[in-house]
């Protein structure tokens, strides 16, 4: 690994995840979009040589910025659970649905979930024996129509109930929703109707809970941070502890709020 490979860019952090018969840690890192230009230098020292392949003829600057940034997130969540492995030594390939899948010398197997708004990409690292997927996104009101295509009323309702206007309302479900398709590996490939929300409560200020009407073995846990709702989905028995109390998500950058506009354009 290059020594000034930048490692103390974005916030890592250790979670907890306890169950009656047994207990795993995990780990979270996020990071704002604006270190793409300081990782960009980096990229063969973070990348595996099959993903350098993909990343380095790529045309369009939004997929590279969201591309690179995504495997260096997940690596670096990876990294407490796989000591001396370094990150180009770590090949994250796509699987059929598109769920990242960990491919590496390694004692016990682990597994991670990626994640990227327009503002901040995040990833989780944690055993396979545990499934669970991450989801963020900006709230934006143009963004609610399309959202609402895959929302049924009543799941609206109890979000409005719990304080949240529409477009964080929509962003909350709509997340709760892909966390959920990530954590069963269906992607985007079945009708998010399916994954219907119920049972949603709020935990304090920032943090909501809810669960999942057809998958009764699975909850959510969102925090609304920054603009943003961050989502994971994981099994209903799970309880799972920040430190903290919540996840890091990075504070905007001023110009770029002010604007409205973000490194990553469309």
Sequence with gaps: MHPDLPLSVGSLQEFQLRRPEASFTGWFYSLGVE???????????????????????????????????GRFAAKRALRPCLEGVEFADINLVPGIFKNPVVCCPMREPWQVS??????????????????????????????????????????????????????SASTLLWTAKEALSKTLHTGLTCSFTLFKVHDLARINEAELKGL???????????????????????????????????????????????????????
């Design 35 to 69: 270190a793409y230009e300081l990782l960009k230098p980096f990229a063969s020292d973070i990348l595996h040589p099959d993903e350098m392949r993909y990343f380095t003829p790529l045309p369009a600057e939004r997929r590279r910025i969201s591309f690179l940034l």
């Design 114 to 167: 990626i994640t990227h708004s327009d503002a901040i990409v995040s990833a989780i690292a944690f055993p396979m024996v545990h499934p669970m997927a991450l989801d963020v996104e900006s709230i934006n009101a143009e963004k609610v129509p399309a959202m609402a295509t895959q929302i049924q009323d009543g799941e609206r309702a109890e979000a409005i109930r719990c304080g949240l206007d529409i477009p």
């Design 212 to 266: 999942y009407t057809n998958f009764t073995q699975y909850k959510f846990h969102a925090w609304i941070r920054h603009g943003c709702v961050l989502t994971m989905a994981l099994p209903r028995r799970t309880e799972i502890i920040f430190e903290s109390g919540r996840p890091h998500l990075p504070a905007p950058i001023q110009d770029a709020g002010a604007s409205g506009n973000s490194i990553i354009k469309p």
